[in-house]
């Protein structure tokens, strides 16, 4: 079975999130499919087979199966505009359909996915005590502008904003004792963001849940908190832009964009680039 390795979200030439694509003529058993994943490595491998004019889609991370994942599927519209050419594929997920567009510009590759719908509601004391205690972090380490909320956008996330960058720079956790926390309250991802500007966030996401101790680039969670920022009416001004990886050596930039209705689906976008040649 041939897997194509591209890193999603990545800056330039370098850093992003690499993820695994596998198009097949017919999905393989869940259990094929997490075995290969979990011997590819990367945080997702997303397994896709046509089915008329919908590709139908599911992402394994090397421990678990994932409702959702954003930069694996930045990664299938890169191939997706390799193999089939440039164009938007609509995409048919384990409980939602969503799209995916893949554009080539000579050896340049792009890709926009539009996410399921989001969601935000307020984090409840004992799940906000028992992520800072996870961390380290201090209940004066957050940001009041932006309290801790369990967010949504195809995966549940939540979202813990710190005031200053340095503190989000040290991030540290045990790995045993986050998976069993994120697996507890069911987030894919905890999402550590600092607010540089009103549109351009630091980001940093621990993926306990799935045996991995961060994501460089994380688009699921990119859709949820700009429906989060959204819900709260924070002055996004239609779109904001994340680096997230700089920390973890791998720059990764992730653009968002917001249209008025609550709720709605959020346009996630960014560069992708081939980890190796493609396999004929």
Request: proline share 11%; hydrophobic share 35%.
């Given at each position: 079975m041939n897997v194509a390795h591209i890193a999603a979200f990545s800056d330039g030439n370098a850093g992003?999130?690499?993820a695994g694509v596998v198009l097949c003529d017919v999905l393989p058993s869940a259990e094929e499919m997490q075995r290969l994943a979990a011997e590819v490595g990367y945080s997702e491998t997303v397994f896709s087979a046509r089915e008329g004019d919908v590709w139908h889609s599911r992402y394994f991370a090397p421990e678990m199966e994932v409702p959702f994942c954003g930069h694996a599927t930045i990664a299938l519209g890169a191939v997706l505009a390799l193999k089939q050419g440039d164009g938007v594929y609509k995409l048919r997920l384990n409980n939602t359909q969503i799209s995916v567009e893949g554009r080539r510009d000579g050896d340049r590759l792009t890709a926009a996915l539009q996410s399921p719908p989001t969601l935000s509601r307020a984090a409840d004391d004992e799940q906000i005590a028992a992520a800072l205690d996870l961390f380290g972090y201090g209940a004066d380490d957050?940001?009041?502008?932006?309290?801790?909320?369990?967010?949504?956008?195809?995966?549940?996330?939540l979202v813990l904003a710190v005031r200053d960058r340095a503190a989000l720079s040290a991030m540290r956790y045990d790995l045993a004792t986050g998976q069993a926390l994120m697996r507890e309250h069911g987030w894919v991802t905890i999402s550590l963001i600092h607010?540089?500007?009103?549109?351009?966030?630091?980001?940093?996401?621990p993926f306990a849940a799935g045996g991995v101790y961060e994501?460089?680039?994380?688009?699921?969670?990119?859709?949820?908190?700009?429906?989060?920022?959204?819900?709260l009416g924070?002055?996004?001004?239609?779109?904001?832009e994340i680096v997230q990886g700089e920390d973890m050596g791998a720059r990764s930039r992730l653009t968002a964009d917001i249209t008025p209705e609550k709720g709605a689906s959020i346009r996630v976008s960014g560069a992708a680039r081939l980890m190796r040649p493609l396999e004929a």
């Open positions: 992003g999130n690499p957050l940001d009041p502008r932006l309290p801790p909320a369990q967010i949504h956008g195809g995966a549940d996330h607010a540089e500007t009103d549109r351009l966030f630091h980001a940093r996401n994501d460089p680039a994380t688009g699921a969670a990119a859709a949820a908190l700009a429906g989060y920022l959204r819900d924070w002055p996004h001004e239609g779109s904001i």
